[in-house]
């Protein structure tokens, strides 16, 4: 059995702290892909 490292980060926070600057920093240092998405994705109703 092999332990498996997560494949994303999930950040929260309030609005205009700064979550989105400093995941683009991040994912830029270390060569990452940076995908976007906001909470109304999950949270829509069909």
Not at 8 to 24: E, F, I, N, R, S
Not at 30 to 38: D, L, P, R, S, V
């Amino acid at each position: 059995m092999s332990i498996r490292p997560p494949c994303g980060v999930l950040m929260t926070g309030g609005p205009g702290v700064g979550k989105t600057q400093l995941a683009q920093a991040l994912a830029g240092q270390c060569g990452a892909h940076f995908i976007a998405i906001t909470g109304s994705i999950f949270s829509a109703e069909y």
